[in-house]
């Protein structure tokens, strides 16, 4: 089956700075790459999100790229603010042998300092 | 407000005592899942429902059901709880995939088992 390996696990950066958070999968099938952010205590919240026909998707402060024939994806965060700070969660959808099932990466804690 | 709901949202319990928890969502949504969350595992998927009276398994079926009587709720049940289904538990909504694999989540349940 679908597997989705998320690096780092922990991620600490400055304030203003850019974070970078990648995720690497496992079917060529799979043709849907979302990232949710989830701060703590509250659930899980979609941000982005990639399919399979697109290189780079952006929205203001955050994109996302995919490299297809690599299998891999990123977030990318710039200018990077304390409200930043949570866990993200690269997900995979798609996938042959399980068209209609998610599969999540196992996170990222990032931690923005002022 | 379109939302997902969970109850209860904590539940400490013994082995073997049979519980039910349950989720409803107001959006008119096809598609439901549920999934458990566990430190440096991130989300899995326990099963999912395409829509009323279909379901099927996830990643982590094992030692749980669910029922999809009607399009707003889908329960998730534990017959028999042991330990090891100690975790923090989601349920989610969408649309149907692939329109979109979006996700709505509510608010968590956290289970112990002792």
């Known amino acids: 089956g679908e597997n989705v390996e998320q690096h780092p696990s922990t991620l600490s950066v400055q304030e203003g700075d850019s974070a970078v958070i990648k995720c690497t999968y496992s079917d060529s099938a799979s043709n849907y790459f979302p990232w949710y952010k989830q701060e703590l205590g509250k659930r899980p919240q979609l941000i982005i999100d990639i399919r399979s026909n697109v290189g780079e998707k952006k929205d203001q402060r955050i994109a996302v790229t995919l490299n297809k024939t690599a299998k891999h994806f990123s977030l990318h965060i710039t200018e990077t603010q304390p409200e930043d700070s949570a866990v993200y969660f690269c997900?995979?959808?798609?996938?042959?042998?399980?068209?209609?099932?998610?599969?999540f990466g196992a996170g990222t804690r990032l931690a923005v300092h002022p | 407000e379109a939302q997902v709901t969970q109850n209860p949202r904590y539940l400490i319990t013994v082995t073997g005592k049979k519980l039910t928890v349950t989720c409803s969502q107001n959006?008119?949504?096809?598609?439901m899942s549920w999934y458990r969350q566990d430190p440096g595992l991130g989300l899995r998927q326990i099963y999912y429902?395409?829509?009323?009276?279909?379901?099927d398994k996830g990643d982590v079926p094992e030692g749980y059901k669910v029922s999809r009587k009607e399009k707003r709720n889908f329960p998730l049940i534990l017959e028999s709880p042991s330990p090891n289904q100690t975790s923090l538990y989601f349920c989610a909504s969408s649309r149907t995939p692939p329109d979109t694999y979006e996700q709505y989540f509510g608010p968590g349940t956290r289970l112990t088992v002792t």
């Open positions: 429902s395409m829509n009323v009276e279909v379901t």
């Open positions: 959006m008119n949504h096809e598609y």
């Open positions: 997900a995979v959808g798609g996938m042959s042998g399980g068209y209609n099932k998610l599969i």
